[in-house]
């Protein structure tokens, strides 16, 4: 069975022109942190996931740490329960959620990317799907958007082929706003 011989972590940061709004956070800048495992068999998995400009360097520690773990242990491709209750056990002093349940959740991802690719099946085939087409959605639609901005976005992701968009609800001026925002 292939294990897990390298793992890297690799961020790209995307500041942003004017910070972004939810209902909770105004965000300044977004991190991908994108892991990448290689098997001994040359196949090489990957998983992604976001920070913001709050949290940055705690994810990147916690993925540290998640890398260390992995390495030290000879983790096949397809042991991914296990990983996570090994993990679990090992930071249970530090919570098994937030932080190291996302180091958990990025590696797992990489684990079954990998576990893929080394079948040669595509990833949803893993798990039982039989679909050819995957319905997406954009995402989008910050509460920190005029009505303007909000308009390009979705018309945007009209032109690109998307059928359907997400929009944050949670404005200031309450549900009327956020029905007001939706038409």
Known sequence: MPRIVDFRIHTATSRESKPIADATHTISEISFFVVELDLDTGERGQGYLLAFDYSREAVRGTLRDMRNFVLARPYEAHETLRLLEDWDAATEYFGTRGLQRWAGAVTNLAMWDAWARHLRVPIGKLFGSNASRIPL?????????????????VQDYKKRGFRAVKIKVGAKGGIEEDIHRLR
């Open 137 to 153: 959605y954009g995402s989008g639609g910050w509460l920190s958007y005029s009505l303007e901005e909000l308009l390009e976005e």
